[in-house]
């Protein structure tokens, strides 16, 4: 066999593999209700003026309800407070202090 024709049967071959594959239905996925959870976390490092932190929570319909700070190189502290429900999105609600000073302060 000459190695045109060795080529030749050699993508007929690999033609026909790739269209028996594409014809194979697409597995099926599966829905799942939204599973409850929480998380938070906080960084303070005054030495470094390192200030941030995030907390979240979602429910057993798919409300998340959240929020993050983070101290600003400029002294201002961000605050952004979320919620995610249904069609609404994201939705964010953010604020600035001015001069904060975090340290020290509660969480």
Avoid at 45 to 69: H, P, R
């Amino acid at each position: 066999m000459t190695s045109t024709k060795w080529l030749v049967c050699a993508l007929v071959v690999v033609c026909v593999s790739m269209r028996q594959v594409s014809a194979a239905p697409a597995p099926q996925e599966q829905e799942y209700p939204p599973m409850p959870y929480e998380y938070k976390y906080d960084v303070e490092d005054q030495e470094k003026a390192l200030y941030f932190g995030a907390n979240e929570s979602g429910d057993a319909q798919g409300k998340v309800v959240g929020g993050y700070k983070v101290l600003l190189p400029d002294g201002r502290l961000m605050t952004v407070e979320y919620t995610v429900e249904g069609e609404s999105g994201f939705v964010p609600k953010i604020s600035f202090e001015d001069n904060a000073s975090p340290f020290g302060k509660g969480k």
